[in-house]
């Protein structure tokens, strides 16, 4: 797994956040951020461009030294700081970022609760996380599939899974929803039914 996962994966992954439908919640969600920026799972730096003038400067968190290059020929603005590192152990002091941005992220990090409360510990108080993610659909048909298609879209996938009730890790994560809308975007129900946002923590 070793070449797949460092170097093909990487490329698949680019290749799939490349997807037109996306930009839509990119365009929603992340001029939201301001001031002192942490995204996590930066991923080849598609969020980059969706950055308000509000925002003083961006840290980027990615495991992947791949991606991380390509944000990097990707970043446009000055104030962009790319750091490797896992969303468990963020390498940041507590209190020190204004907002918190994830996008199709929550999906593969291995212990997501452990992350969530890594976003709490570094936010300012009064912070914000703004995410959009895709997981758990509402409907039992296909929760039916999300289930049984996991095991083999998580080797697949980096570790993405699809069947995480995402609104619920947040809340049990210590977060008060400020806007939540969800839905199923075009394409597979399975993989298509997204959370879009912000949360502040309690």
């Known amino acids: ?22 930009a839509a919640y990119r365009g929603r969600v992340i001029p939201a951020a301001t001031g002192r920026v942490l995204e996590i799972g930066i991923g080849s730096g598609l969020n980059l461009p969706f950055y308000s003038n509000g925002v003083q400067h961006v840290i980027g968190l990615d495991p992947s030294p791949r991606l991380l290059s390509m944000a990097r020929r990707a970043a446009r603005r000055s104030a962009v700081q790319f750091v490797r590192g896992s969303a468990e152990a963020v390498p940041l002091e507590n209190g020190s970022i204004d907002t918190v941005v994830t996008t199709w992220t929550l999906c593969s990090i291995p212990d997501a609760s452990r992350a969530l409360g890594e976003v709490r510990r570094v936010l300012k108080s009064g912070g914000r996380l703004v995410f959009v993610e895709h997981g758990l659909a509402p409907d ?7 289930k049984h298609l996991t095991p083999a879209w998580k080797r697949l996938g980096g570790g993405c899974h699809l069947n995480r009730a995402i609104a619920q890790l947040i809340e049990n994560s210590g977060f008060q929803f400020e806007r939540l809308e969800t ?13 879009e946002g912000s949360a502040r923590p309690r």
């Open 1 to 22: 797994m070793g070449f797949y996962q460092n170097k093909v994966l990487p490329l698949l992954i680019d290749l799939a956040m490349r997807q037109r439908n996306f």
């Open 140 to 146: 039992p048909k296909v929760q039916w599939w999300q």
């Open 183 to 195: 839905g199923y975007m075009r394409g597979p129900r399975p993989m298509t039914f997204m959370y």
